[in-house]
Structure formats: C-alpha cells, structure tokens
C-alpha cells in the first residue's frame, strides 16, 4: 500500500478503521504502523521535530504607568465622574424646588 502524507482526514479515518479490523494480523499491523505519533503530527499540519508553539495572542499593550498605578488613577477618574454626576443632579433637584416654591406661593398670592 502506497502512502501519502500528509493523510487526508478521510484517508486518516480509513487508516483507523483498517488497523482496528482488518483481516490478517500482518495487514493489521501496517495499518496500525501508518498510525504513529510522528504521521498523525503530520497529518495535522507539520512534523513533530519541526513543531512550533502557537503564539500567544495579546488583548492589549501592559501600561507604562504599572498596574497599581492605573488602577488607582481609573478610580479616581471614575469618582470625580460620580462626583460631577450628583452635583449636577442636586443643583437640578434644588432648582426644581425653589421654581415649585415660587409658584406654590404664587398661587397662594392669588
């Protein structure tokens, strides 16, 4: 039997399949042979002697500022938007009274 490598997936589960049933013990083992950790490493893609990791894939760049310093400058930023946000709703809310003050007693004056 003549082989190819790499083996396609086809041939690959046709090799499976010959080494688990085939009629003879000899036939057996060379289907079996063509099943070596070397072969299936070329099947999925390059030799094992030639394998490479994948790279590792980076969300984003580290800070130069540090971890802890960025953190703390995250916080700040996010309580003086907080800060910002309740002023800016008090000032609505005391306004929004004093308008309601100044009508109640102008429909009191009528």
Known sequence: ???ILPLSPRALNMARHRAEH???P???KAASRLLTEHELAVAAGRPLHRARPRPAF????PSPLGPSLTGF???ALALLGFLFAATVLWAHVTDVAETMRQQASAMRGM
Request: glycine share 6%; net charge positive; no cysteine.
């Open 73 to 75: 400058l995250v916080g």
């Open 58 to 61: 980076r969300t984003s760049r």
């Open 22 to 24: 085939a009629p003879t």
């Open 26 to 28: 000899e036939m057996r």
């Open 1 to 3: 039997m003549s082989r």
